[in-house]
C-alpha cells in the first residue's frame, strides 16, 4: 500500500470527490458498513472521525482514525475496512492540476 508523506499534501482549489459525489458516498457508505456485533449487543453508539489521503491519482491511503468511538475498537476497525473498500476518487486540484488532498469523514454508529 502507497503511504504519502504529509509534506506532499497541499491547499487545494477544488477538493477530492468520491465519484457521483457525496451522496453517491453517503450512499456508499451506507451500504457498506457493517455495526459491529459487540457493539450491537452492547447497545454502543458514538462517532468515529477518519481521516485519509486521497493522492493525486485517486487512490485512498494513509487511512487513519482521528477520533474513534469511546470503547469499540471493532468501529474504528470497521471504518477503516469500509474506505479501504471505496473505488477510486476524483483527485482535488491545484491550478487546474490533480494534488493529493487530505479528506475527513465522521461515522455515526448508534443503536434505535
Not at 469500509?82 to 487546474?96: C, E, F, H, L, R
Request: glycine letters at 6%; a neutral charge; proline letters at 9%.
Amino acid at each position: 500500500m502507497q503511504t504519502i508523506d504529509s509534506t506532499s499534501v497541499i491547499e487545494v482549489d477544488k477538493p477530492a470527490e468520491f465519484p457521483g459525489g457525496e451522496s453517491a458516498m453517503f450512499q456508499f457508505l451506507s451500504k457498506h458498513l457493517v455495526y459491529p456485533p459487540r457493539a450491537k449487543e452492547e447497545e454502543i453508539s458514538g462517532k468515529c472521525y477518519m481521516q485519509f489521503v486521497v493522492t493525486k491519482e485517486g487512490l485512498i491511503v494513509n487511512v487513519k482514525v482521528m477520533r474513534g468511538v469511546p470503547g469499540c475498537p471493532e468501529c474504528d476497525q470497521e471504518c477503516i475496512r469500509v474506505i479501504k473498500s471505496m473505488p477510486n476518487w476524483i483527485p482535488a486540484q491545484k491550478d487546474g492540476k490533480p494534488v493529493n488532498s487530505y479528506y475527513t469523514i465522521p461515522f455515526t454508529f448508534k443503536t434505535n
